[in-house]
């Protein structure tokens, strides 16, 4: 079944969603065979109830805005429903190995995850798979109860829609069920299903479970489904394997640079956490930076440093060293059999190079227009990683010092009080800020020209932990409220909002004692 929002009435029954996911099936990745997922039902939830809402992921997907007022809606985002679905269409949990904290952690797979199926929109032919996340225990889950919990499902809720409206590619979340069903983490804690939507789930580490098996003909076809589906032109490439590789490379670049550019630590970037769409995807210890730290680690989990703030383009050209390495074998059909492993290997390495050669330009742009500058010019680099070096040894809030930089004038000193106060050496501050005036005099643009440009690209409001910790611990409650009101003014990042300005205040003091690991 496919509909278009425009000509059809967008779907607001649970039981017309079931049958246009039904309808796509022989459509989906599930039609790549059983080597490649298990079809069970979720494990039964009892007493479901409605904690989260995006309308505007519903209606993105042809969804009605109000269809979490049908009847049924908990029952069926939860899974509960799933029990009653036919063989033929139930949902499947996806096998995939992985590189976790940089071991071979071998199989892997949907420990707590089954895909439910995918809608297809009839105006763009874009399809989205829908996935709960919490659904209970797969095949692949290791020794885990397969469930979520209120607090970390609340938590990927926000920031997938979050980063959704500051632009930066991500699966999104539909809806948050919860339950009084108590579950143990490091605390007991009540359970959660997360609904998240995506046009494929697939990751780096798919390709990996198939290379490291050593099954050749699913990992071909396995990646003839993601060109056929999501890079079709890669077809008629001369190495079509090559060149999927090559998308794949650049897109996750851009998205590192996107992350690096708005301060967000993403705290587990394992290579089964790797989208192969170049999507942010499994938000667990994540973090927004509050005071600048480089070598900020979001994740107590991670006592290596590993995943540190300054080091995730490092390890995200790491994991795209480990997805050439298991599609090699598919790469240089083209060349002569006899010097086809090392010329394949040869045409690999200069593509993962294409990494650093694309990341640090796009870096590089987002960093001038955070500065205001309309075009580059030599020296931009080094004035944007001067304030960068400022702000580490200040500890100066990351989205407040951007936002504020907006402020200054270009001729003089007199919008500076807010921002220079964000620095503890001063005098080191106002010599930067006369280089920075030095270089805006070459910008053609007058101050509030610019003001609204560098206001489009610098977030006033980001998820802040304690943001966040308020909306849980509201929930807990069984008030809502809180999760509501944030989930609004995080969908206007940019956007002056008077009524909610403590949102983009300083984290109070107990901020502090937050921390987030791999349960989160």
């Known amino acids: 079944m496919s509909f278009s929002p425009s000509t059809v009435e967008p779907i607001g029954s649970v039981a017309v969603l079931a049958e246009a996911l039904w309808a796509q099936r022989e459509a989906s990745f599930a039609q790549l065979g059983e080597a490649f997922y298990t079809r069970l039902p979720a494990a039964p939830l009892p007493a479901p109830y409605v904690v989260g809402f995006s309308a505007d992921a519903a209606t993105s997907i042809g969804l009605a805005a109000d269809i979490a007022f049908a009847p049924g809606f908990a029952e069926f985002f939860c899974g509960n429903t799933t029990r009653e679905w036919p063989a033929r269409a139930l949902p499947y949990a996806s096998v995939y190995s992985g590189h ?27 399809r989205h798979e829908l996935q709960l996340k919490g659904s209970g225990r797969t095949p692949y889950s290791r020794m885990g109860d397969g469930r979520a919990v209120l607090r970390s499902s609340i938590r990927e809720f926000l920031c997938s829609e979050a980063m959704h409206h500051l632009g930066i590619p991500t699966t999104r979340a539909l809806t948050v069920i919860g339950s009084d069903q108590p579950v143990r983490r490091e605390e007991i804690e009540t359970a959660a299903v997360l609904t998240r939507v995506a046009p494929s789930f697939v990751r780096f580490g798919h390709f990996e479970h198939f290379y490291a098996s050593g099954q050749a003909d699913a990992l071909r076809a396995l990646a003839d489904h993601v060109i056929e589906r999501f890079y079709p032109h890669c077809r008629a490439a001369r190495d079509p394997y090559l060149a999927l590789l090559d998308e794949v490379v650049q897109r996750t670049a851009e998205r590192v640079a996107q992350w690096q550019a708005v301060g967000f630590c993403h705290g587990v970037m394992n290579t089964d956490n790797m989208s192969i769409l170049g999507l942010t995807i499994d938000y667990g210890p994540f973090g927004f930076l509050d005071s600048f730290d480089a070598d900020h680690i979001c994740n107590h989990s991670d006592t290596q440093g590993r995943y540190a703030y300054r080091m995730q383009p490092q390890i995200a050209y790491w994991n795209c060293f480990c997805l050439a390495q298991a599609l090699l074998s598919l790469i240089g059909a083209h060349h002569d059999e006899a010097a086809r492993s090392e010329r394949s290997i040869a045409d690999a390495q200069q593509v993962l190079e294409g ?24 020296g931009d680099d080094q004035l944007a990683d001067r304030l960068l070096e400022l702000m580490h040894a200040s500890r100066a809030d990351f989205t407040l010092t951007f936002r504020r930089l907006a402020q200054l004038c270009k ?26 005036r030095a270089r805006l005099a070459h910008d053609p643009r007058d101050d509030g020209a610019r003001r609204e440009a560098m206001n489009r690209v610098n977030p006033k409001y980001v998820l802040r932990n304690h943001l966040a910790e308020t909306a849980i611990q509201r929930a807990k409650e069984k008030d809502f409220s809180e999760l509501e009101r944030l989930a ?11 009524a909610f300005e403590s ?8 901020a502090d004692t937050l921390s987030v690991s791999c349960s989160s």
């Open 100 to 126: 976790q904290f940089g071991i071979w952690a071998g199989q892997l797979g949907d420990g707590r995850a089954l895909t439910l199926g995918e809608l297809e929109l009839e105006h763009d032919g874009v």
């Open 355 to 378: 990494f650093k050669a694309h990341f640090a330009p796009a870096l590089e742009r987002r960093m001038r227009d955070k500065l205001g500058l309309a075009e580059a010019l030599p």
């Open 411 to 436: 001729h003089d000193a007199s919008g500076d009080a807010l921002l220079r106060d964000m620095f503890v050496d001063r005098e080191a501050f106002d010599r930067w800020a006369t280089d920075y």
């Open 488 to 498: 609004a003014v995080l969908r206007h990042p940019f956007d002056e909002q008077p």
């Open 503 to 510: 949102y983009a205040a300083l984290p109070p003091d107990w």
